[in-house]
């Protein structure tokens, strides 16, 4: 069946660092793609999504391209900030007869350092 | 804050009992889904609903059951409940975002505790 799997954490960096999250998918479909952030004591917000492939998925400076060809959806962000600490979740969605449903990588914890 | 409300927040219950959590989509959104997250299975997809009928199921046990009422709010019902079903229960509620995409929102949870 259809899985996420992404890089496990914790994932520990300093102010104003390049991160990157790690995604690749397995799916039989066209899956739509995305990145979910669970700040601690909270639910999931959607991050960003992308729906085919090359497309680019942005917010809050954060970015993900659909890369078909390696089925990946890697999560960079240029600059990170202290707020950004939370835990990461890839997650893909074949949408179709399955309305959508979505399955999740593990989750990816981030913590930022000033 | 994503619309999407549940209750209780918090559920302290012991093995062997039955408990209810529930759901309110966002305005205008048909469909619910309930996930279960803990740390050994992660994020895992139970159950939608849409507009009152079930719609798709995962990996749901047979102890749990959920429906959706005419006024399109969720519970999940948990029965039978055993230690390892300590959990954060999530619902969601999703809008169409074209192409046959569903954006799927997500209310704060409902951390339960079997005793």
């Known amino acids: 069946g259809d899985s996420v799997t992404q890089m496990e954490g914790p994932v520990t960096l300093s102010e104003e660092a390049f991160l990157t999250i790690n995604c690749t998918y397995t799916?039989?479909?066209?899956?739509?793609l995305f990145w979910y952030v669970q700040y601690p004591g909270e639910g999931l917000q959607l991050l960003l999504k992308?729906?085919?492939?090359?497309d680019k998925g942005s917010n809050k400076g954060f970015e993900a391209t659909y890369r078909k060809e390696t089925t990946s959806f890697h999560l960079e962000k240029g600059s990170v900030q202290v707020s950004d600490s939370a835990v990461y979740f890839c997650?893909?969605?074949?949408?179709?007869?399955?309305?959508?449903?979505?399955?999740f990588g593990k989750g990816t914890k981030l913590s930022v350092k000033p | 804050d994503s619309g999407v409300t549940q209750t209780p927040k918090h559920l302290i219950t012991a093995t062997g009992q039955r408990v209810t959590l529930r759901c309110s989509p966002r305005?205008?959104?048909?469909?619910v889904y309930w996930y279960q997250q803990s740390l050994d299975q992660g994020l895992q997809f139970l159950i939608q609903?849409?507009?009152?009928?079930?719609?798709a199921k995962g990996n749901i046990l047979e102890r749990f059951s959920a429906q959706q009422f005419p006024d399109l709010h969720s519970e999940l019902n948990l029965s039978s409940l055993e230690l390892g079903d300590s959990a954060l229960y999530f619902c969601?509620?999703?809008?169409?975002?074209?192409?046959?995409?569903?954006?799927?929102?997500f209310g704060p949870g409902t951390r339960l505790t079997v005793t």
């Open positions: 969601a509620s999703s809008v169409e975002s074209g192409g046959g995409t569903y954006e799927q929102y």
């Open positions: 799916a039989t479909g066209y899956p739509s």
């Open positions: 992308a729906t085919k492939a090359d």
């Open positions: 997650a893909l969605s074949d949408g179709g007869g399955s309305q959508g449903n979505l399955i």
């Open positions: 305005s205008g959104d048909l469909s």
């Open positions: 609903y849409y507009n009152g009928e079930e719609r």
